[in-house]
């Protein structure tokens, strides 16, 4: 079945950068597009960015622009979220998504999710 | 930027219909998704499409969409169904969610 794995959680210091990885299985990972959506505790859903695994070509949230970097590796089936400068804005819950290249763009499935905190 | 409105909660008695809506200018123009997600667990996708439901999902999970609001109906509601439900959709190449749905069972 299609699965998305996420790594596990990560404490990081204001400042730093943590990397999250998201490892897809049970379908053909270059015919897919994957998202990464992040919620902060207690808080809605909040779209960050998109990468085409087989083209490596990306697009960000303004919000983030700068500061995130979304990557694949097609030998492992696996996208990266990097984001620096972290802040305690930053601590949240990040999950990657599937979805169709396609104008209607929606999310199937969702990894796990993978808890990033920001403190000092 | 585009911007999806949804009420903060909705209480429904069990099994009796739920309607939750997503308000968006011309909403009915783009195409509407709808998550569900239980408390520690990821989304999950229960409408796709405005009206369509992946495999796996209740025929009790509706969907439609028409001018400034789409609406999510779940018929006879059960207890499992109390959750977050988000409505989305993707304008200006990025994807866009409503604030979220609380939906109490009781």
């Known amino acids: 079945q299609v699965q998305l794995v996420q790594s596990g959680a990560e404490v990081k210091k204001p400042g730093a950068s943590v990397k999250v990885s998201c490892k897809a299985s049970?379908?053909?990972?270059?015919?897919?597009?994957i998202h990464w959506v992040r919620q902060a505790p207690g808080q809605g859903l909040e779209w960050m960015g998109i990468?085409?695994?087989?083209?490596?070509?990306?697009t960000y949230a303004q919000k983030f622009q700068g500061r995130v970097t979304v990557t694949s590796d097609t030998s492992t089936s696996t996208v990266y979220l990097q984001l620096n400068s972290l802040r305690s804005e930053d601590t949240a819950v990040y999950y990657c998504?599937?979805?169709?290249?396609?104008?209607?763009?929606?999310?199937?499935?969702w990894g796990q999710g993978t808890l990033v905190t920001v403190s000092s | 930027s585009y911007e999806l409105t949804q009420p903060l909660s909705v209480s429904v008695a069990l099994g009796q219909t739920a309607r939750i809506t997503c308000g968006g200018n011309n909403i009915g123009t783009k195409s509407v998704h709808w998550y569900e997600q239980k408390p520690g667990q990821a989304p999950v996708l229960v409408i796709y499409r405005d009206s369509n439901r992946p495999s796996g999902i209740p025929e009790r999970f509706s969907g439609s969409n028409s001018g400034n609001t789409a609406t999510l109906t779940i018929s006879r509601a059960q207890a499992g169904d109390e959750a977050d439900y988000y409505c989305q959709v993707w304008d200006s190449s990025s994807a866009v969610f409503g604030p979220g749905t609380k939906v109490t069972v009781l």
């Open positions: 998504a599937r979805a169709e290249p396609s104008v209607t763009v929606y999310f199937d499935p």
């Open positions: 990468i085409n695994p087989g083209g490596g070509d990306t």
């Open positions: 049970g379908y053909t990972f270059t015919s897919y597009y």
